[in-house]
């Protein structure tokens, strides 16, 4: 699992300001908001999180790579 300091999806988007990233994506906040919801930033919007230092995208990725089911073999 994660560690305790290692920020989720949803505390970044919440640090942020889920009305200041809807501006800077172009996104509605119902969208933004259903980030928080699923705990999930999509792939394709980490370049801006981390152009306006709102995470790194190591952050990003380290989460999105904890948070990911297990292989289990069948």
């Not at 980490?46 to 989460?63: C, G, I, M, V």
């Amino acid at each position: 699992m994660h560690s305790a300091l290692m920020r989720t999806h949803s505390d970044i988007v919440r640090a942020a300001g889920p009305d200041a990233v809807a501006a800077e994506r172009g996104a509605s906040i119902h969208t933004v908001r259903s980030w928080i919801v699923r705990d999930k930033i999509p792939d394709e919007h980490w370049a801006a999180f981390a152009d306006r230092d709102w995470a790194t995208l190591e952050e990003l990725a380290e989460y999105a790579a904890a948070k990911k089911p297990s292989q289990v073999a069948a």
